[in-house]
């Protein structure tokens, strides 16, 4: 992390001061976690740095690449993703790496290539590695986090800003503020769009905003979207939810109206098919009647001669 001054070979020159080299995580299982590092350039001329990770895809770190103006700081995020598991012990062997080289006077972040960064021709690239460290939050020495980051670091953070305004290092004549505040702005909304990407290649994100805006603000933005989305979700769950136990009672009230239907159909079936059986047997017994009550012609015949017979001999 060492540099040999062009001018003075023999004495050893640092480019940037990394505070702190352990970077410190509150770990909650489910929750995000974030982790602010401070740079200070302590070189006469312009720095650039690039952040990297051995662990991209559970790190976002932004803006994980920028440029530092002579005797100036710069600060940027580390944001441990949401974890659905504790490491064991909570030991963590992630770490990172903070490259940075001298760049010509001007520099801005859309002029910062990789090749800036290559190691050739004898070209110096200043490293410093930060190591990872996860705490609980019943060890954490803040009560109180806020979106993973402790009240101790945002009054820090904020702390360097108002200390950097003060001193007038980071004063700008108005029409470089005007275009600093324009590059602020851009950046911000460029980096909602490309929050995705690796983390070597994310959109930078500046923490250091001329219109005061602290990085709790900038941080706790995509936090209450993301929050935001979720109630959303979970409120359309629940809705389809009750939807769906809706239309399972309709469908078990069908199926008993369906079956209470065919269990009366079958009764009006049964109940023809007495009817008709009552009707038949009816039909029968009257047919018998019918016989039992008649007198035959020859019975009629023969009573009939009997009483001429006798009203004859009588009357005889």
Avoid at 289 to 311: D, H, K, N, Q
Wanted: glycine share 4%; proline share 6%.
């Amino acid at each position: 992390m060492e540099q040999l001054d062009v001018q003075n070979p023999g004495v050893k020159k640092q480019l940037l001061d990394v505070q702190p080299h352990e970077l410190k995580f509150i770990f909650e299982v489910k929750k995000q976690s974030s982790c602010a590092v401070h740079l200070g350039n302590l070189s006469d001329q312009y720095v650039v740095f690039k952040v990297k990770t051995t662990s991209p895809k559970k790190y976002c770190v932004r803006p994980n690449i920028g440029v530092i103006k002579p005797k100036s700081t710069y600060d940027f995020t580390v944001t441990m993703q949401a974890q659905k598991l504790a490491p064991s012990d909570m030991q963590c062997k992630d770490k990172f790496l903070v490259q940075s080289t001298v760049a010509p006077f001007g520099t801005t972040e859309d002029d910062i290539t990789p090749g800036m960064f290559a190691k050739d021709g004898g070209k110096y690239v200043e490293e410093c590695k930060l190591k990872v460290f996860l705490t609980s939050p019943s060890h954490s020495p803040v009560l109180s986090p806020v979106n993973g980051v402790s009240k101790l670091e945002q009054s820090n953070a904020t702390k360097i800003e108002e200390e950097n305004l003060l001193t007038g290092v980071e004063n700008l004549p108005p029409s470089q503020m005007l275009d600093r505040n324009f590059q602020d702005e851009k950046l911000l909304v460029d980096s909602e769009v490309l929050s995705s990407a690796k983390v070597e290649e994310n959109v930078p994100l500046p923490t250091k905003n001329v219109k005061l805006i602290s990085d709790m603000d900038v941080e706790s933005r995509p936090l209450n979207d993301v929050e935001g989305t979720k109630l959303k979700l979970s409120r359309d769950v629940e809705e389809l939810k009750s939807k769906l136990i809706t239309l399972d009672s309709e469908l078990v009230q069908a199926k008993s109206n369906i079956t209470k239907l065919t269990e009366e159909k079958s009764s009006a079936i049964q109940e023809k098919q007495t009817l008709k059986q009552e009707l038949v047997m009816m039909r029968r017994k009257n047919g018998v009647i019918t016989v039992e009550r008649g007198f035959p012609p020859l019975f009629v015949c023969m009573v009939a001669l009997i009483s001429l017979t006798v009203g004859y001999l009588l009357h005889g």
